[in-house]
């Protein structure tokens, strides 16, 4: 993103912080459930200097990265094995398509059976709503290789283990981390919807408690937070995935 166009976005958002600050001190909506944008801003930096924020968000972010790494240690050979091996993929393909529709708050009253309130339960959680995108991502990228730079190695005498390091693996890197990407954003959402349904800490439990305590402008300063994270998340991941595929023709079109 150029300067001159970061420059209007921040100028939008202050726009319409502005805008939420005049709606809220005129009334026209219940500063008790609206208050006014400089009072969650002023709780937002008294809640962080405090400590209390960045102790609650780094429970959340301990549990999304575990419950993320989790997904793509095993589901990235899972994939290149479907991908590459059709016995495999016919055999896992039926339990795949049968697990990756159900939603993960359907799972948690079952995780949290068997595996309690804890970290495990909360990183069992992430950890399934993060794998069928890595999973599935994976697949299509190591199928989309094309077959000439297969038999290419093959014809220089590289064995099967070779192929998949050298040629599949770094051919379907795009793929796979799109795949990682799109499940970045979802294992923060499973994160704290985990810690919202049962859980003692974490900026979910913590956004929630503060709602019904009534302690709104708490609450704010919570999502606040949240939203802050998120947006850095994103934007670390954006800088690794340009530096990684800095090769790649779609970054190439993407920089002019």
Excluded at 48 to 67: F, K, Q, W
Excluded at 218 to 234: K, P, R, S, W
Aim: net charge positive; with cysteine.
């Amino acid at each position: 993103m150029k300067v001159s166009q970061r420059r209007e976005s921040l100028y939008f958002f202050l726009f319409l912080a502005f805008l939420l600050e005049v709606v809220s001190r005129a009334r026209l909506v219940s500063p008790l459930y609206f208050p006014p944008i400089s009072t969650d801003v002023k709780t937002f930096f008294l809640l962080t200097i405090r400590g209390v924020l960045p102790v609650e968000i780094l429970y959340t972010s301990a549990r999304m990265i575990c419950g993320l790494a989790l997904a793509a240690c095993i589901m990235i050979p899972l994939g290149i094995t479907m991908g590459i091996n059709r016995r495999a993929y016919n055999l896992l393909e039926p339990t795949v398509e049968l697990l990756r529709p159900l939603p993960p708050p359907a799972i948690i009253p079952a995780a949290i059976l068997f595996l309690g309130i804890g970290n495990s339960m909360k990183i069992f959680v992430i950890f399934f709503a993060s794998s069928f995108p890595i999973l599935l991502n994976t697949i299509d990228g190591v199928r989309s290789v094309h077959p000439m730079f297969v038999q290419t190695a093959r014809s220089f005498g590289l064995s099967r283990y070779q192929i998949i390091t050298k040629v599949v693996l770094p051919a379907a890197t795009p793929a796979i981390m799109a795949g990682l990407r799109i499940s970045l954003p979802i294992s923060l959402i499973v994160a704290i919807l985990a810690e919202m349904i049962g859980s003692v800490n974490g900026i979910g439990h913590f956004i929630l408690r503060m709602q019904r305590t009534f302690n709104i402008p708490e609450m704010y300063a919570g999502i606040m937070m949240l939203g802050i994270v998120g947006y850095l998340l994103n934007r670390i991941f954006w800088r690794v995935d340009e530096l990684l595929l800095a090769w790649h023709e779609g970054w190439k079109k993407a920089g002019k």
